[in-house]
């Protein structure tokens, strides 16, 4: 068996990388300095210091201890300090950072927005009146941000781009590895999509479908940029539009360097005549792709991937709708994908026309579904929405039913029992989601509010404690219940 081989078998702690960089020495080298190829890594330990969060009269304080990094939380009199175990983010932006308690890993609070050299709440906390280490870190956010187990989280790999490499490891030759520019255009994008493409919602396909999940995305271009979705930017420009494949993230990005002139790329597209105003442009991207803010990107400005011919027009008010950003060819799983989607996005967005338009599609093709746990919850809590509580709770139950390890599902199930006023039934559900998922934070909290007795309420929340003792909100509210 040959090294390289060999290496990549020791141990999936062992990051991809290390066993290419042998016969590919300057693209490892070359990835390895750039932004995706440090996407994840080991806190820096930063300078000591802090700041207040108005909002919330929560202060956080960066520390430094014995070096090791720590983020700490005080609220009223109640503190908790958290040694770092990650920071996500190579710094370009912001750098958020991740804090593992038990099995799992869970963001801070806190990010620090490089370009301004400023420590505040991380994007998504700006509003919160109780922020603390509480938002749990998914299998969604490592895939895009990270590779390797939890443990041991390592950049994002070789792979990841290029695809399995065990048989090119095994006889190194060019047609057993994945070139993005080798491709079809289709397969091409879909590489940098993984994790550039996040859409307004992402639905897991049910067993057995070609793909695990399809994206949904909005029909024409929101006003507000978000941090994901340069995808979705590039594919409404008339340059991607009209440009039959030839345009895509490669043309302006390569992850092995050296960076690419974009304005000689835009040149060699539009090499007829420009209006007569641009004699003297050099710049094309300073006017056509300008920085913007993105809405969930806290102190953060990106670029605007739209190449417009102007700066957007403001969007008229006919609602916004859904489509597939690749078509599944299946009309019925078409329509659960958009009605579940349209649900998702409409619950988000507090927008009633989007989850009616859902429940309409769901129910339409509900006959081909009927066991689907996905559909069935979905269309529950539609329900429970319009208040419709019996048919809600049957829906609920048979998700339940088919699919007994969710420990989300038993919760939605709980908070449906509970306004069908059947509270113990309520606190049975919590118990199994608990059971399910010891670290389902918001599980507790509801099952605290069952409880008859404060007596009750607090050993509920010390049951918490016991899981996660630092718990500012766990503290807080054991302090409310023991006031008399
Ligand atoms: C033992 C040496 C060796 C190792 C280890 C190795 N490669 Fe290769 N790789 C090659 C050779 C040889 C070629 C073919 C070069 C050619 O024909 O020009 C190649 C070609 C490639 C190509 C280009 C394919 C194309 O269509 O142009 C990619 C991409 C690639 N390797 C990725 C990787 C990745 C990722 C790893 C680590 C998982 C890796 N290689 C590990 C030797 C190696
Ligand atoms: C596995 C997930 C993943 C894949 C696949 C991926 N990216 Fe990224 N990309 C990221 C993450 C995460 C960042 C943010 C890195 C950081 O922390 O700054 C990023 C940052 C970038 C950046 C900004 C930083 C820079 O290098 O200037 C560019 C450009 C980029 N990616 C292009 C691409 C292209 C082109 C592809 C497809 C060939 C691709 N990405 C595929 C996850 C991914
Ligand atoms: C679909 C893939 C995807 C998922 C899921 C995802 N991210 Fe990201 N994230 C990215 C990419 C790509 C970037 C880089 C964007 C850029 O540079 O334009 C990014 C940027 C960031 C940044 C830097 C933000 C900034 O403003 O510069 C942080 C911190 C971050 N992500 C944390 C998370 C956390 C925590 C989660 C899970 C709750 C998550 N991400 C989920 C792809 C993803
Ligand atoms: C974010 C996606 C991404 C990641 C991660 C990535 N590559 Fe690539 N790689 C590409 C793209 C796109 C190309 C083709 C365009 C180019 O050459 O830049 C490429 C091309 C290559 C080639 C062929 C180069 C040539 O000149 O023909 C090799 C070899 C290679 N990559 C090796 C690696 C190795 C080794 C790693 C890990 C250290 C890696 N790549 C990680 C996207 C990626
Ligand atoms: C792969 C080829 C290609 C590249 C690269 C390219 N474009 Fe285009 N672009 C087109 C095509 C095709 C059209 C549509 C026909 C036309 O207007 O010329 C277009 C249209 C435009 C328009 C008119 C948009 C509208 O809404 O009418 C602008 C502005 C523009 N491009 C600017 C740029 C800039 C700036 C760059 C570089 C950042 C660039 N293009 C890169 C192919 C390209
Ligand atoms: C026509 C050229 C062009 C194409 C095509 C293009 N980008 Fe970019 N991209 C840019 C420019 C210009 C910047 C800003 C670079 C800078 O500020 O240094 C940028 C920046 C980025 C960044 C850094 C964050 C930000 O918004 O500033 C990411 C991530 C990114 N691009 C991802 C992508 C992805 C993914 C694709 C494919 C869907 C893509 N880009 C296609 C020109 C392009
Ligand atoms: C100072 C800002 C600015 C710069 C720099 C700039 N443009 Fe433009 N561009 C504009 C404006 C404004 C328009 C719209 C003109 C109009 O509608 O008459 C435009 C229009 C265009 C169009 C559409 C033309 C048509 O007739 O449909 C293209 C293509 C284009 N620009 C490409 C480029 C390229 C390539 C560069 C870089 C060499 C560039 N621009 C640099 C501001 C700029």
Redesign the pocket.
């Known amino acids: 068996m040959n090294k390289a081989l060999l290496l990549y078998m020791v141990g999936p702690s062992l990051w991809a990388a290390s066993v290419c960089q042998p016969c590919h020495p300057s693209q490892t080298e070359a990835y390895l300095r ?3 190829g ?2 994840i890594g080991a806190p820096k330990p930063g300078p000591q210091t802090s700041f207040t969060h108005e909002k919330s009269k929560t202060r956080f304080a960066i520390l430094n201890r014995d070096g090791q990094a720590r983020h700490q939380i005080e609220r009223s009199g109640i503190t908790a300090t958290y040694p770092l175990s990650y920071q ?6 912001a750098s958020g950072f991740l804090v593992r308690l038990g099995e799992w890993l869970f963001e801070s609070p806190v990010a620090r927005y490089n370009r301004l050299d400023l420590w505040d709440v991380a994007p998504g906390y700006e509003a919160m009146t109780h922020p603390d280490f509480n938002r749990r870190v998914t299998g969604d956010c490592l ?3 990270s590779s390797g187990p939890i443990e041991s989280l390592q950049p ?1 790999s070789c792979e ?2 290029h695809g399995p490499s065990r048989q090119h490891l095994q006889a190194p030759a060019r047609h057993n590895i994945r070139n ?1 520019v080798r491709l079809s255009v289709a397969d091409r994008d879909a ?2 999509e ?3 493409l996040n859409g307004e919602a992402r639905i897991p396909n049910p067993p057995g479908s070609p793909q695990s999940h399809s994206i949904a995305v909005y029909d024409r271009p929101r006003d507000d940029l978000r941090v994901v979705s340069h995808v979705e930017q590039l594919a409404l420009s008339e340059c991607a539009r009209q440009s039959q494949g030839r345009l895509w ?2 043309s302006c ?1 390569q ?1 092995h360097g050296p960076a690419i002139n974009i304005d000689a790329q835009c040149l060699s597209c539009h090499t007829t005549a420009l209006p007569a105003s641009h004699q003297d442009y050099k710049r094309c991207v300073s006017c056509h792709m300008p920085k913007r803010d993105a809405v969930d990107g806290g102190h953060t400005a990106f670029t605007d991937h739209r190449i417009q011919r102007r700066p957007s027009v403001p969007s008229t008010k006919t609602p916004l709708r859904l489509r597939l950003w690749r078509d599944v060819s299946d009309p019925a799983l078409r329509e659960r994908n958009l009605g579940l989607a349209s649900i998702l996005a409409g619950e988000r967005d507090g927008s009633p026309a989007l989850i009616n338009e859902g429940y309409r599609r769901l129910a339409a093709v509900f006959s081909q579904w009927p066991r689907d746990p996905d559909v069935l919850s979905s269309l529950g809590m539609v329900l429970f929405l319009k208040d419709q509580k019996k048919d809600a709770l049957k829906l609920l139950e048979a998700a339940v039913q088919q699919r007994p390890k969710g420990a989300e599902l038993h919760e939605k199930l709980a908070l449906v029992k509970r306004a069908d006023s059947n509270l113990q039934g309520a606190i049975e559900s919590l118990e199994q989601s608990i059971a399910l998922d010891p670290g389902r934070e918001s599980a507790y909290f509801f099952l605290a509010e069952c409880q008859a007795t404060p007596a009750a309420r607090q050993q509920v929340l010390n049951r918490l404690l016991k899981v996660f003792p630092q718990s500012l909100l766990a503290r807080e509210a054991l302090q409310r219940s023991t006031r008399p």
């Not at 996500?88 to 932006?93: F, Q, T, V, W, Y």
């Open positions: 750039s932004p995706m440090n996407a996500i983010g190579s710094g370009n932006h895939s895009c941000h994002i990841q781009c993005p590489i940098c993984q994790c550039h993230c490669g990005h992850p």
